[in-house]
């Protein structure tokens, strides 16, 4: 399979002289399209760190990121920003919905952030919101839905761009476990359905089993 994703030598400490501290030392690891892959490994060890480097939310102290060959972190903020918000959707333990709008409404906003008509944006997020379960939960602000609605409501918001990326953080931490059971298969499913790449961070190992490939984190190396 072709690769997609390249980390080549990548380092990350933080903070400098005596309280230097090194998280992540000389990572090399690539990832193919439509992959599936868990991040795994003890607390601290800087499984989240990696997610953010992956996902251009955080620079790397030395090494490259490379998607489709280019080396991201050579663009500018601006740039980067553009090809994070148009590549990359990101779900995390908390879902971080607007509680004053709607469930399309979340949905719609990174398209109106793209620039992207109303009628357009509104099309997607509802297209998207059924592929996710949640036809007939259009109109229903987050205090109105389960914790699981929520999270699939995160998902929906995360894939509306159709990006070629899916980043998770604990996607299903703040859920119980059968909820989070079908978030995780929903996520299985858009993989199937969309052949997006997906790389999630998970403490839970019986979720971690279910992924094709685990990346275990120890002391700032990366082994799988």
Do not use: W
Not at 126 to 149: M, Q, Y
Not at 155 to 165: M, Q, Y
């Amino acid at each position: 399979m072709k690769e997609f994703i390249q980390v080549q030598h990548l380092f990350k400490s933080f903070g400098n002289g005596a309280k230097k501290v090194e998280v992540l030392r000389g990572i090399d690891l690539t990832f193919s399209r439509g992959e599936k892959a868990a991040i795994v490994g003890a607390s601290g060890v800087g499984k989240t760190t990696l997610l953010h480097i992956l996902g251009t939310l955080d620079r790397p102290t030395a090494g490259k990121v490379l998607y489709e060959g280019k080396d991201i972190f050579t663009l500018n903020e601006k740039d980067l920003a553009l090809f994070r918000n148009r590549e990359i959707g990101f779900v995390f333990q908390f879902h971080h919905l607007l509680p004053e709008f709607t469930a399309l409404e979340n949905t719609i906003m990174p398209c109106l952030i793209q620039g992207m008509s109303t009628k357009e944006a509104t099309l997607r997020a509802e297209a998207i919101l059924t592929l996710v379960g949640l036809k007939d939960r259009l109109s229903h602000k987050p205090g109105e839905l389960s914790g699981g609605e929520q999270q699939r409501v995160a998902v929906a918001r995360a894939l509306v761009l159709e990006p070629k990326i899916l980043l998770a953080d604990e996607p299903t931490g703040n859920l119980d476990s059968k909820t989070g059971e079908s978030v995780f298969a929903l996520l299985h499913e858009l993989n199937r359905l969309k052949n997006v790449t997906i790389i999630i961070v998970t403490h839970n190992p019986n979720l971690a089993a279910q992924m094709p490939r685990q990346v275990i984190l120890t002391d700032g190396k990366a082994s799988g």
